[in-house]
């Protein structure tokens, strides 16, 4: 069964670096997102991608975050100087359609530790 | 702004017995889907069963089910002859548009 793949599992990084974390969607989907779940709390929305543009972002999605389909495979998430608050599990999803109806399906989260 | 609502934080069952997991939702939207994902202890996000808003028939898979409450804006899962490995953390997620809005989750233990 397709799969959306992330890596690293697990990233740490002393604060203010730079960390780019990296997603695989699966082959035939054409929508990708990022969400965020800092230890303890709820799944926050990041951002959405679609034909090499965000289509949506949030709040939390500041100047610090960027997002980029470098090629025909990869999607990633790049923080440029990471805080301590950034601390977080980051899961990478993709979708084969816009709508509501169509399924996310997530990796299995890549565990950010800024130190 | 659509919000997700999970008050109870943890559940427990036992084995081979059945559990239900609330949910209630806000929104004002009509057109919208509504799923609860499964997050065992490997962190992965794992869709359990989702729901139409316009379709007035619960979702079923196989021995999950919803209670699907338009009206009343409630979405609860149950969860029959529960097995060992349904225990997990459960959100409750709602998308109408592109992003999904999770509820803060429920830890389920399952009692052998």
């Known amino acids: 069964e397709p799969e959306v793949t992330q890596t690293p599992s697990h990233q740490v990084t002393q604060m203010g670096q730079e960390v780019i974390l990296r997603c695989v969607p699966i082959s035939n989907h054409l929508y990708f997102y990022w969400y965020r779940q800092i230890l303890g709390q709820k799944v926050e929305f990041l951002v959405s991608f679609y034909n090499n543009e965000i289509s949506e972002k949030s709040e939390i999605f500041d100047d610090q975050f960027s997002v980029e389909r470098p090629d025909g495979s990869n999607f990633t998430l790049k923080i440029r100087s990471t805080k301590l608050e950034d601390s977080a599990m980051y899961f990478c999803a993709s979708s084969d359609g816009a709508g509501a109806k169509n399924i996310q399906y997530f990796g299995a989260g890549t565990r950010l530790s800024v130190l | ?112």
Not at chain 2, 19 to 45: A, G, H, I, N
């Open chain 2, 1 to 112: 702004a659509q919000t997700v609502t999970q008050s109870q934080p943890e559940m427990s069952v036992q084995e081979a017995e059945t559990v239900t997991l609330s949910c209630t939702y806000d929104t004002s939207e009509s057109d919208y889907y509504l799923f609860w994902y499964k997050q065992p202890p490997s962190r992965q996000m794992i869709l359990v069963i989702r729901q139409e808003a316009y379709k007035q028939q619960n979702a079923t898979e196989n021995r999950f089910s919803v209670n699907f409450q338009k009206a009343a804006k409630s979405f609860s899962l149950k969860i029959s002859d529960s097995q060992l490995g349904d225990a997990a953390m459960y959100f409750c997620a709602y998308r109408s548009a592109s992003k999904l809005t999770f509820g803060k989750g429920i830890t389920l233990s399952v009692r052998p």
